[in-house]
């Protein structure tokens, strides 16, 4: 299977503008995504995708693969599809998120291997558990609920389920996702959907068109790079590491 690693970077950034160029111990972030994305051993090219010509320049001046996109997608499902039009030898498109530079590689890998176990499966992506009843209450923290299967039920940023009665664990979502490569041009290509727009949550379009999105638990802890207090916290990770 030909997977292709996509790692979109747009330099506009509301909280941390220049974002994707932040130093994270001696290297531009995007350049720390790329480093551990390419780890992963089931990737068979990783690119970053970007409408900035200055973070082009850092990748590849890094060595790594970059490509040009258009600078008026409003979405960055439609960017993706932009890179995957140009690679129709890619059976496989992960989408790892330009401000996630401590992305486990071996995450990447078991994404692929879900594809690998079922060959019709469309799109899937990552959840891990939080506890902290704050985190589950913040909109910010995605939350997603599956059936027994681990296929995706609902995405909210609502906390879900509603705890009428204890013991059901809480699962943040993790915005890395894989599709396969037709589905996510016929998927880019959808009208946006009542449940999307509520939430602003991209993936509801494909579970309101009757796709089914599986969902990989994983006990890794991510900390994106959203503010300056979480770029001090991710390059005091990598001076330990």
């Known amino acids: 299977m030909n997977v292709l690693c996509v790692i979109p970077a747009r330099y506009a950034s509301t909280r941390l503008p220049g974002k994707p160029l932040k130093d994270i111990a001696g290297k531009p972030m995007v350049c720390r995504v790329y480093d551990r994305a390419a780890q992963a051993g089931k990737v068979s090219d ?5 409408d900035d010509v200055r973070i082009l320049n850092a990748v590849q001046e890094h060595g790594g693969r970059a490509m040009m996109t258009r600078k008026d997608h409003p979405t960055g499902t439609d960017r993706l599809a ?22 486990e590689p071996s995450l990447i890998d078991r994404l692929v291997d879900v594809f690998e176990e079922e060959p019709d499966l469309p799109m899937a992506t990552v959840m ?15 939350k997603v609920v599956t059936n ?16 009428r009665h204890a013991g059901c664990p809480v ?5 890395i996702y894989a599709y396969r490569r037709d589905f996510l041009l016929r998927y880019a290509a959808m009208a946006p959907t009542p449940l999307e727009n509520a939430e602003s949550l991209e993936q509801l379009r494909a579970l309101e068109n009757g796709y089914r999105i599986k969902v990989v638990e994983t006990e890794a802890q991510f900390v994106g790079v959203d503010t300056a207090e979480d770029l001090e916290k991710v390059n005091a990770i990598y001076r330990q590491l």
């Open 46 to 50: 990783t690119l970053v995708a970007t």
């Open 171 to 175: 699962y943040k979502h993790i915005g």
């Open 128 to 142: 891990t558990k939080i506890t902290d009843e704050e985190e589950q209450r913040n909109p910010n923290n995605v």
């Open 82 to 103: 932009e890179v995957a039009s140009a690679h129709p030898e890619a059976d496989l498109i992960v989408n790892v998120q330009g401000d996630e530079p401590l992305i």
């Open 148 to 163: 027994k299967d681990g296929y995706a039920l609902y995405f909210s940023r609502s906390l879900l389920p509603y705890p």
